[in-house]
C-alpha cells in the first residue's frame, strides 16, 4: 500500500511519502513520478508500477524528469476522487513486475464505488484491472430477473427511453429554431 | 450504477463477461438493452455454431449452446456447453413466489432462475407446450439469428417435435423398439442414433429412411432394410450379428446402377470381427476399378451431418485406390475394405474429373 498525505493545489505538493518496493530491489535506481486525484492527495508512485496505465506511460516515457522535477510537476487527474486514485495506485503497486492473476477478489462490493473505480481505470487505461472490474460488473446482475437488471444497473424502462429521446428531439429542434433565429439577426 | 454512463467500449466488456443466459435475460430489460446487445456482441453471437434443445434424458428441457469441449491433461472435461434457458412443463398450483413473467415474441410466460446452473426456466402448462417452445424459438431466432443450426434431439419415448422454422430434429434413443411405427406421421429426421441393437427394421413406409443420417447398431435384417431403402446422406451402421457380404454386394450394384441411395454421399458398415469375409469375392462382383499403385489417392472427408455435437465433426477419411463408377451420371464413390470395415464414399465428381485430382 502506498501511504499519502495531504498535498495542495500550488505546483510544489508536501512531500508524499514512499510506496513500498516490491520484494526484488531493482538494480538501477528506480524512478519516481507523482499523481494526484480531486483530493489533491498527491501519491508517489513508481515508474514500474505505472507501466499498468498505458495513459500515464505514454505520459512519462518521454519525459526524462528528475526526481525533482517529477515532485514539482505531478499529474493532476481532477476527474478522479481521491480514494478511487489510491485504490488504483495500490492495485499498481501490487501488481508491478507481476503477472497478473485470472481473478481479484480485492475490488469494492458497493456499486458506486465500482462504478467509480471502471470509470477511472477506462480514462487511466489499465487494461487488466478494466477486465476486472468489468467482470466484477457483469457479475452484479448474474442470474437476475430483468427488472432486478434494471434496478441494480439503472436501465431505463422502453416508456422512459422513448420519453428522453421525444425531449432530445424537441430540445434539438428549438437549439436549431435558436439557431436560424439568431443567423437570420446577424444577417440584418 | 448507470450502465448508459459507462463509454460504450467498457459496455462491451461488460457484457462480453456475461453468460449467454445471463445475456438473454438482460435483453427483456428494454429495447435498446437489446439493441446493445445484438450490436455490441455481433461476433460472439456470430461465433455461436449451433443451439441445441433437449427433450428427454438427463438434460430434458435445456436450450444450450453446444461449444468445443476443453479436454484437460486430467482428462477434465470443461465447457462442454452452456446453457441458455431450461424449459419444463408443470402443474397449475406449481407456481412459485419468486417467478417473473417476460414477454417472449408475443407470449406471456412464467420464468424462475435455476440455482444450480444461474440459468432461467420457463415453466408451462402441458396444453402451451407447443406455443411457448415456438415463443422462445422465434426469439431465438430474432436474438442469436438464424443462420446458427437449431437442433431438437429426442432421447425420450413421448416424442415430442414441434414443427418450427429452420429446425432440424434427431433422435438420440437408447432402444428403437416399435419406435418408427409410433412415430408415423415424423417430419423428416436429421439424425437417428440409438445405444442398443435394433432387432426390427423400420416399417418400409418409414420416413426414418429419409433421415439425413443414420448412426445405428442393428441386426442383419435391419441392416439390409437399411442398405436396401435408406435415402439419406450419410449412414454408419454397426452389425451386431454374422453378416452375408451379398447384402453389401447387392447394395453397390444397385447404387452403380443408380436405383438406389442417389444422394448418399457415406457410407460405413462395421461387422461383427467374427464373421468371415471376403472382401475379394465382393470386390469382384462388384467390378471394382483401380487406380494407378504409382499414384496417391484422393481422401474423401465431409462435413457429418450429425451436427449438434461438436466432436467428430467430420467423416472418417478414405484413402483407396478402389472405386465404382454410377452409370446413370458416371459420379464416382472411393470404396475401401480394410477388416470388418466398409467404407463407401461418393463424390460429386465424374469418372473423369476423380482421376484428374490425381494428374
Redesign the interface.
Known amino acids: 500500500m502506498s501511504s499519502t498525505e495531504q498535498g495542495t493545489s500550488s505546483a510544489a505538493p508536501a512531500e508524499p511519502t514512499t510506496a513500498p518496493e516490491s520484494a526484488a530491489a531493482p538494480e538501477v535506481p528506480e524512478s519516481f513520478y507523482y499523481v494526484h486525484g480531486k483530493d489533491k492527495v498527491v501519491h508517489k508512485v513508481s515508474a514500474g508500477a505505472l507501466q499498468h496505465s498505458a495513459l500515464i506511460h505514454g505520459m512519462i516515457s518521454n519525459l526524462g524528469y528528475t526526481e525533482e522535477q517529477a515532485k514539482a510537476n505531478p499529474f493532476p487527474f481532477e476527474n478522479i476522487d481521491g480514494d478511487i486514485l489510491q485504490m488504483v495506485v495500490d492495485w499498481c503497486n501490487q501488481h508491478k513486475g507481476k503477472p497478473t492473476p485470472p481473478e481479484d477478489t480485492n475490488l469494492p462490493k458497493q456499486k458506486e464505488k465500482l462504478f467509480d473505480l471502471v470509470l477511472a481505470v477506462n480514462y487511466l487505461e489499465i487494461k487488466e484491472l478494466l477486465t476486472y472490474c468489468c467482470k466484477q460488473v457483469a457479475m452484479m446482475v448474474k442470474g437476475k430477473s430483468p427488472e432486478e437488471i434494471r434496478e441494480i444497473w439503472m436501465i431505463p424502462t422502453d416508456a422512459e427511453d422513448e420519453a428522453a429521446e421525444k425531449e432530445a428531439k424537441k430540445r434539438a429542434g428549438k437549439e436549431a429554431a435558436g439557431e436560424t433565429a439568431a443567423a437570420a439577426g446577424d444577417a440584418k | 450504477?448507470?450502465?448508459?454512463?459507462?463509454?460504450s467500449?467498457?459496455q462491451k466488456?461488460?457484457?462480453?463477461?456475461?453468460?449467454y443466459s445471463?445475456l438473454f435475460?438482460?435483453s427483456?430489460?428494454?429495447?435498446?438493452?437489446k439493441k446493445l446487445i445484438k450490436s455490441s456482441q455481433t461476433t460472439r453471437l456470430r461465433s455461436i455454431g449451433r443451439i441445441v434443445y433437449y427433450n428427454g434424458g438427463t438434460r430434458d428441457g435445456m436450450a444450450n449452446i453446444s461449444v468445443k469441449p476443453i479436454l484437460h491433461h486430467t482428462n477434465r472435461v470443461e465447457k462442454a456447453n452452456e446453457f441458455i434457458l431450461k424449459m419444463v412443463e408443470c402443474k397449475e398450483d406449481a407456481k412459485n413466489n419468486d417467478s417473473?413473467q417476460?414477454n417472449v415474441a408475443g407470449k406471456l410466460i412464467d420464468?424462475g432462475?435455476c440455482?444450480r446452473y444461474?440459468?432461467p426456466v420457463a415453466s408451462f402448462l402441458s396444453i402451451d407446450k407447443e406455443s411457448v417452445i415456438g415463443s422462445i424459438h422465434n426469439y431465438f431466432l430474432d436474438f442469436f439469428g438464424d443462420s446458427i443450426e437449431y437442433y431438437w434431439v429426442v432421447s425420450d419415448y413421448k416424442l415430442f417435435i414441434p414443427r418450427l422454422q429452420n429446425l432440424s430434429v434427431c433422435l438420440s434413443i437408447g432402444n428403437m423398439v416399435d419406435i418408427a411405427d409410433r412415430f408415423p406421421s415424423s417430419p423428416v429426421l436429421n439424425h437417428i442414433e440409438n445405444s442398443f441393437p435394433m432387432n426390427n427394421p423400420f416399417s418400409p413406409q418409414s420416413k426414418f429412411y429419409q433421415a439425413d443420417s443414420l448412426l445405428l447398431i442393428l441386426n442383419v435384417k435391419s441392416l439390409l432394410a437399411i442398405l436396401e431403402q435408406f435415402q439419406g446422406r450419410q449412414a454408419s451402421l454397426t452389425c451386431t450379428n454374422s453378416f452375408d457380404i451379398r447384402g453389401l454386394t447387392e447394395f453397390v450394384n444397385r447404387w452403380k446402377s443408380g436405383e438406389a441411395c442417389q444422394k448418399l454421399e457415406y457410407l460405413k458398415v462395421i461387422i461383427l470381427p467374427t464373421t468371415e469375409i471376403s472382401w475379394t469375392e465382393m470386390l469382384n462382383a462388384i467390378g471394382v476399378k483401380q487406380i494407378d499403385e504409382t499414384k496417391t489417392p484422393p481422401t474423401h472427408v465431409l462435413p457429418r451431418v450429425r451436427g449438434w455435437r461438436c466432436f467428430g465433426q467430420k467423416t472418417d477419411p478414405i484413402i483407396s485406390h478402389t472405386y465404382v463408377v454410377r452409370e446413370t451420371d458416371n459420379h464416382v464413390a472411393s470404396i475401401s475394405v480394410h477388416r470388418e470395415i466398409f467404407s463407401f464414399g461418393v463424390w460429386n465428381k465424374t469418372e473423369e474429373e476423380f482421376l484428374a485430382m490425381m494428374d
Open positions: 450504477m448507470k450502465l448508459s454512463k459507462y463509454p467500449l467498457v466488456e461488460i457484457l462480453e463477461n456475461m453468460t445471463d435475460l438482460l427483456f430489460v428494454s429495447k435498446n438493452t417473473f417476460l420464468f432462475i440455482g444461474n440459468c
